[in-house]
């Protein structure tokens, strides 16, 4: 179970979408001076360099971000995506792009300076473990950010409800294990039940697999059983189809597609992706079933 490591992936198509979501939401949160918790279930290494070993053996990010950099719109970056984009490159020398930061980075960005405001993230994985705690400690946050080497299905309800009863979790899966699937619906189940007026993030891979199409049908459920406001964007970059190489062998495509489902999601959520996603379609594209979707309700 400890095969998967984000490192190969980071910067993707995938983590744009999630990371300019992600942060569209905190930057909606923290306009309140009320305290909040934020909870990262699957937390990574936190932070990652897009020219080591790791992601250049797959080079996801050229594909990602790195593209997202490249491209020239022909009309100025939606708010959201400039939003994200500048945010990356904080991170960087200027005219650099060698670091990509994880959730907990990004979180932890958005939250410095609020001292009242903690951050717990969870992680399973030894080295990534050890690696985020390392990176952690170069923030010198204090008691801001606890890492907790537990499952985050399993751990992140003890601490539900917070104490300030504001709160934003964040919950993406490597779904390595096609268990994963269900365990996202029953964590989000008991979370609502524990703690109706929080903020949910989950992440998703569309792929061709039962349980990944079943998954957001699911949480749009449990949030119209809830009478919670949700919100569901897609982003397709390429068909899902398998290929043939010259030799005849078959070829995986890699990742086509993921989704980001938002329960109690900002008023402000949906009116910035939709400036945002056909950008992003535009902008990363890899054939002509490159599409987006966005749906709300509640």
């Keep these: ?29 923290v306009q309140k001076d009320a305290p909040m918790m934020v909870f990262d279930t699957h937390a990574g290494a936190g ?8 992601a250049q053996t ?26 994200y984009l500048d945010l990356i ?26 001292d009242r405001d903690k951050l717990k993230l969870f992680e399973l994985h030894p080295t990534d473990t050890k690696t985020l705690t390392a990176n952690v400690a170069q923030l010198q946050a204090g008691r801001q950010v606890t890492i907790l080497r537990e499952d985050g299905f399993a ?26 699937y269900a365990r996202v619906a029953e964590l989000i189940a008991d979370a609502l039940h524990r703690f109706a007026t929080g903020t949910y993030a989950v992440w998703y891979p569309i792929i061709p697999r039962p349980e990944a199409h079943d ?5 749009k459920t449990l949030a119209n059983k809830a009478g919670k406001s949700w919100l569901g964007a897609t982003l397709t970059i390429k068909s899902s189809k398998l290929l043939q190489d010259e030799a005849g062998e078959v070829v995986r495509p890699g990742l086509p597609a993921s989704g980001m489902f938002v329960i109690n999601p900002p ?32």
């Design 89 to 114: 490159a904080g991170f960087n020398a200027k005219g650099s792009h060698k670091v990509y930061p994880g959730s907990p980075f990004i979180v932890q960005r958005l939250l410095a300076g609020r």
């Design 155 to 180: 751990g992140v309800t003890k601490f539900l409800p917070p104490p300030s009863r504001r709160g934003l979790l964040l919950c993406d899966p490597s779904y390595e294990l096609k268990t994963d």
């Design 47 to 54: 932070l990652y360099r897009l020219d080591g070993d790791f």
């Design 58 to 83: 797959s080079a996801e990010a050229a594909d990602g971000y790195l593209k997202l950099v490249e491209t020239k719109p022909t009309e100025p970056w939606a708010p959201l995506l400039q939003d």
């Design 267 to 298: 008023h402000t959520l949906k009116a910035g992706l939709q400036q945002a996603l056909p950008q992003l379609v535009a902008a990363l594209q890899q054939d002509s079933n490159a599409a987006f979707t966005l749906e709300s309700g509640g």
């Design 1 to 29: 179970m400890f095969s998967y490591r984000h490192a190969f992936h980071a910067g993707n198509h995938a983590d744009v979408l999630k990371h300019s979501i992600l942060l569209a939401i905190l930057r909606h949160l």
């Design 215 to 219: 998954l957001p049908r699911r949480l």
